[in-house]
Structure formats: C-alpha cells, structure tokens
Nanobody, 119 residues
Framework: QVQLVESGGGLVQAGGSLRLSCAAS????????MGWFRRAPGKEREVVAT????????YYLDSVKGRFTISRDNAPNTVYLQMNSLKPEDTAVYFC????????????WGQGTQVTVSS
C-alpha cells in the first residue's frame, strides 16, 4: 500500500505561484504512476497532471499546459506540482493520487490540500 500526504496549498493572488508536494510512504512508491487531481466547488473531480513511474512521460489538463509542471523524486518518494501563472479558476482542493493511468486515477489518495487564487 501507499500512503500519501500533500502539502503546499494556500492562498495566492492571480498570477502567483505555488508548489504542491506529496510525500509517499511505502517501499513500492517507485512502481506507481502518480498524479494530481482537483475538485472545485460545485464541479466534478478532474485530472490536473500525471507522471509515469519512471518520470519519462507526463499528461496535463489542457487548461494548465504551459503553467503547471509535474515532477517526481523517487528518493525521497515525493511528487511535486509546480503551479505558475495561477488563475482564479484554479481554485480547488488538490489531491495526490498513486496508480494513475494517464487521466484515470489509481486506488490511493491523499487527504487533499486547498488552493485558493484570488483575483
């Protein structure tokens, strides 16, 4: 199993940046594709970005391409989401996920971290 703990959310003005981190426990972290998903108020959950276990392929939601970057460091078992040029529509709870397959989530979820972008 994999346990995930997100950090790095907060309040930022439009145009600002945040970096989310997801610390994973479990010796099998390196075998999992990882992803970030989000749920905005009144909306369904959507994929933001995913990355393969090796880090050689990534997938991004169209609306975040060129602004967000997903990366991972298999030692120390952490996946990151660098978010630049943030917009109010990026406001959501962001969730880390293990086992993601391109845009589909895997079985393991973090508790989520709130990102709020003010206009």
């Amino acid at each position: 199993q994999v346990q995930l703990v997100e950090s790095g959310g907060g309040l930022v003005q439009a145009g600002g940046s945040l970096r989310l981190s997801c610390a994973a426990s479990g010796r099998t972290f390196i075998r999992y594709n990882m992803g970030w998903f989000r749920r905005a108020p009144g909306k369904e959950r959507e994929v933001v970005a995913t990355i393969t276990w090796s880090g050689d392929r990534t997938y991004y939601l169209d609306s975040v391409k060129g602004r967000f970057t997903i990366s991972r460091d298999n030692a120390p078992n952490t996946v990151y989401l660098q978010m630049n040029s943030l917009k109010p529509e990026d406001t959501a709870v962001y969730f880390c996920n293990a086992g993601a397959d391109v845009a589909r989530p895997g079985l393991y979820w973090g508790q989520g971290t709130q990102v709020t972008v003010s206009s």
